[in-house]
């Protein structure tokens, strides 16, 4: 494991000298594996891109998550809009550790998850995230923030979403600031498409979630400062908050654990081009138990008890 400095030096290199390679830090970027793809034990680090779940096999399982209750997330929540009243943040994101059992093992969910960037570390952790970070292709790179889930059963689930006016500010507010850090490394930076719908099958559910594309165009030799200009754009915007400096303390005080390797970012450099994930729907094990790592967004117009429920909403397998 790489420090910041040492980890920026690494991914340089390496993509200078065009060698593919994967890696995942964690939440602020302070730590990071980079591994050469012909380096990777299979037996330490396993992931997948885009590719389908194992079909030779869909075993009978149980899943049952023991969420905090509503009163223990009525702090943390009222903390975190009085920081807000006060204008310390236009939007926190607010994440919180909940124990699960499960008779699947971590190699198990990742074999049969389906998501669009998978990891499995060691029997640490396990990622099916959703959610792309960044990706670079042919020179320009694209973000792709995702702010807004819904349960799909509910009617007009689609309409109500888009037209929310809360999730509508806060979707607004992280795309806004995704564009403000891809201007740091980009030039002919804009939003692409905003807010477009996609669809994520769970164990219990499907879930519509919202996400937005922004475009812009690298230097010629990006390649030499691969390292440098991720870093600079760590910790995402949408699993941190707007501004991003600020929101940090707040969730250092109301966040009552370490996110770790939660919340940061994975990816596969293939030698020319990077596509990136943002490490949500994430499983890691401490000791025996099996812990589900989940967050919200928190803006001004958030309702207590639907941000409540979106917490435990988001604590599935997508299998």
Known sequence: MLEREEAIARMNELGARGIPFFFFTDFLGHRCLIQPLDEINPSMLRFAIDQPAAK???????????PLTQAQFHGPFRYVVEQINYGNSYLVNLTFKTPIATNLTLADIYELSRAKYKLLYQDQFVVFSPETFVKIADGRIYSYPMKGTIDASIPNAEAQILNDPKETAEHVTIVDLIRNDLSQIA????VSRFRFISEVKTHEK???QVSSEITGKLPADYHRSLGSMLFQLLPAGSISGAPKKETLHIIETAETYDRGFYTGVCGLFDGKDLDTGVMIRFIEKEGDQLCYKSGGGITSFSDEAREYQEIIDKIYLPI
Not at 56 to 66: C, E, N, T, V
Not at 187 to 190: F, K, T
């Open 56 to 66: 030779d096999r869909k075993p009978a399982f149980h899943f049952k998550k023991h």
């Open 187 to 190: 030039s002919e930076v804009q």
């Open 206 to 208: 499907k879930l519509l």
